[in-house]
């Protein structure tokens, strides 16, 4: 039997700004098909707003439209198909790469790189293929990165579900999808920052906040935070930065004269490439540079591929944090838990699903650090 919902579903990417004129987003009436084989149905308690969806609005990232949008989310399993270890009444956090658990990527410990996981997340399914959703004119919406977290209720792969205990708050457990994933996972990580190290993070955002809030717990001495938005800075300065830097032309020098030639370790959160540059150009000699920030695939990156070499750089991707979620989750909800990661910091606003537009106007803008849509 088919499942009623709500939800934002995206039909014409590239509308301008402002979204809550434009309406890019229509929440609609959709029928949501049972969970087949190895699939869970959700009832979403909590689904974030991220620029990754703000990147499918704004067309910088085209995918198959008609498409239920959202991919950081927290809710409660209704029911399973067949072959899961997952039962009704489990609280759960979703991450946006549903694992296969089989390719050589997870297989190496590097779930995040899932090759049927991408391919299912770029076609617009879910990982065991199909669609789930139908609209009342029978058309059938793609899914969002395997989650399609702005909806009432979805139907997700078991794989993309972490158990969390039910006394978490639904949207603080939400934020541990993508947000605290990619932003610590990118800080512990990728960057490794370690006792003692001189950090730069530019761009923040949740994601840049988390790095920010897991900088610190890694004992980061010298901790720069990066953004064009005051408030923000002010944000970060709360929650532990040394120092705050204004975006702009002037930053790399500042932040190379702060930490005396360099930070060791910088964390790109923005996906704007001369940003990343930016970032290159304010890391040390020795030191890691890490881009979590989705740019237009379009854009390219020109470096002088001499430091490479000769000053023994790292130019690092990180995708999801490059963590893995079922260690993960558990493990960052447990540092929030003893304050060692506060990131109920990052939660700036709490929407309702007809407010999805005026969200993404907030974070086009800047105004927003995470808005978190509350069912």
């Known amino acids: 039997m088919s499942t009623p919902t ?39 308690r909590a689904a974030g707003l991220c620029h990754s969806d703000l990147s499918v609005i704004n067309g910088s990232r085209p995918r198959p439209l008609p498409m239920a949008l959202g ?68 058309v059938r919406p793609w899914h969002h990165l395997g989650v399609s977290a702005f909806s009432e209720y979805t139907v997700v792969s078991a794989r993309s579900a972490v158990k969390v205990d039910p006394e978490l708050p639904s949207e603080i457990a939400a934020l541990f999808g993508c947000a605290v994933l990619t932003g610590a996972g990118a800080a512990f990580y990728s960057a490794r920052v370690a006792p ?25 001495a010298t901790l720069v935070a990066v953004d064009v938005v005051e408030s923000k800075l002010e944000l970060a300065r709360e929650l532990g930065a040394t ?17 005396r030639g360099g930070a060791e370790k910088v964390v790109d959160t923005t996906g704007v490439v001369p940003v990343l540059e930016q970032a290159y150009r304010a890391t040390a000699r020795g030191g890691t540079t890490v ?26 991707g990180s995708y999801l944090g490059s963590c893995v979620p079922r260690r993960d989750v558990p493990r960052f909800v447990d540092m929030y838990r003893a304050g060692i990661l506060p990131v109920d910091a990052l939660l700036s606003h709490r929407l309702t699903l007809d407010e999805v537009n005026e969200g993404f106007d907030r974070l086009h803008t800047g105004e927003a650090v995470r808005q978190v849509i509350v069912f």
């Open 243 to 259: 120092h705050a830097v204004a975006g702009g032309p002037d930053a790399v020098e500042a932040i190379r004269e702060i930490t």
């Open 71 to 138: 991919h950081e989310a927290a809710g409660e399993v209704v029911a399973t198909g067949e072959g899961t270890e997952f039962a009704p009444g489990d609280h759960v956090v979703l991450a946006f790469v549903p694992a296969c658990g089989h390719c050589p990527r997870c297989a190496g410990g590097r779930p995040a790189l899932c090759e049927p996981g991408a391919a299912a997340n770029g076609s617009g399914t879910l990982l065991g293929g199909g669609l789930r959703f139908t609209d009342s004119s029978g």
């Open 6 to 44: 709500r939800a934002a579903v995206l039909v014409e990417s590239g509308r301008p700004a402002p979204y809550a004129d434009s309406r890019p987003l229509q929440v609609v009436p959709l029928e949501l098909d049972p969970p087949g084989p190895g699939e869970l149905l959700i009832r979403v």
């Open 291 to 316: 881009t979590v920030g989705l740019p237009d695939p379009a854009r390219e990156l020109v470096l002088p591929a001499l430091s490479l070499v000769a000053e023994e750089r790292t130019l690092r």
């Open 196 to 220: 003692g190290d001189s950090v730069a993070v530019f761009g923040l955002g949740g994601v840049g906040l988390a790095a920010l809030l897991a900088a610190k717990a890694a004992g980061a």
